[in-house]
């Protein structure tokens, strides 16, 4: 079975521009998350997807948007890039359908670089 | 808010026992996990461990939890070099998302 893919692997942008980050997670996994590892914050949760619905948001300006799609594919946008946001961003699947996380696994990582 | 501590290093010979240590603070926590990351890669999850067992074992991998006192503890039997990653602990509680700790860099000497 194919693990969680995120595309694209690597991306630079400029101050102001925006981005849109994919995830296909691991098939029959319906609950997609995504995270944002930097060294100074380490990681944290952005927000989580479930059957097209966001159930659960992170502490992040209104900025960091996402959505999920029928096939429970999702993408996140960043728009109005800062510095600061540059960062590996994570997403992981699960099985779990409510009520508990359940094993979550993780993609390769898309890693940001805002110049 | 949920807070999960650990030790930001540790150093083992190879072949030695490795343990990598974890507190949090969420009470509500159901699972509680270890992850690896090697460098420029996503996180690999190890093991994890439901809040009603005491311990999980799988292959070189032990998982203590102390709920009482809610520690968590790696054992890695046998460190080989690969071994060589940062090691994450992460708690989920009743919101459905991961509390990571700050991660523990694992050195293996030869």
């Known amino acids: 079975k194919a693990g969680v893919t995120q595309t694209p692997r690597y991306l630079i942008k400029t101050r102001g521009q925006q981005v849109t980050l994919s995830c296909s997670p691991i098939?029959?996994?319906?609950?997609v998350s995504w995270y944002q590892q930097t060294p100074g914050q380490g990681l944290q949760f952005l927000f989580e997807?479930?059957?097209?619905?966001?159930?659960n948001k992170g502490n992040f300006p209104g900025r960091f948007s996402g959505r999920q799609f029928s096939n429970s594919r999702s993408e996140m946008n960043v728009s109005t890039l800062e510095l600061g946001d540059s960062a590996l961003y994570l997403c992981?699947?699960?099985?779990?359908?409510?009520?508990?996380?359940?094993?979550?696994?993780f993609g390769p990582g898309t890693r940001l670089t805002v110049l | 808010g949920e807070d999960v501590e650990q030790s930001l290093f540790l150093s083992v010979r190879e072949g030695d026992s490795s343990v990598i240590n974890c507190t949090y603070t969420?009470?509500?926590?159901?699972?509680l996990y270890w992850y690896k990351q090697e460098p420029g890669a996503g996180l690999q999850l190890l093991t994890y461990?439901?809040?009603?067992?005491d311990m999980k074992q799988d292959q070189r991998l032990t998982v203590l939890l102390n709920k009482k006192d809610k520690h968590l503890s790696l054992r890695i039997a046998d460190t080989q070099t690969g071994d060589s990653a940062i090691y994450f602990c992460?708690?989920?509680?009743?919101?459905?998302?991961?509390?990571f700790g700050s991660g523990t860099q694992l050195t293996v000497l030869p």
């Open positions: 098939s029959g996994h319906r609950s």
């Open positions: 969420d009470s509500s926590s159901t699972y």
């Open positions: 992460a708690e989920a509680g009743s919101a459905r998302q991961l509390t």
């Open positions: 997807y479930f059957s097209e619905t966001q159930r």
């Open positions: 461990i439901f809040s009603n067992m």
């Open positions: 992981a699947s699960s099985l779990a359908s409510s009520g508990t996380t359940g094993e979550q696994f």
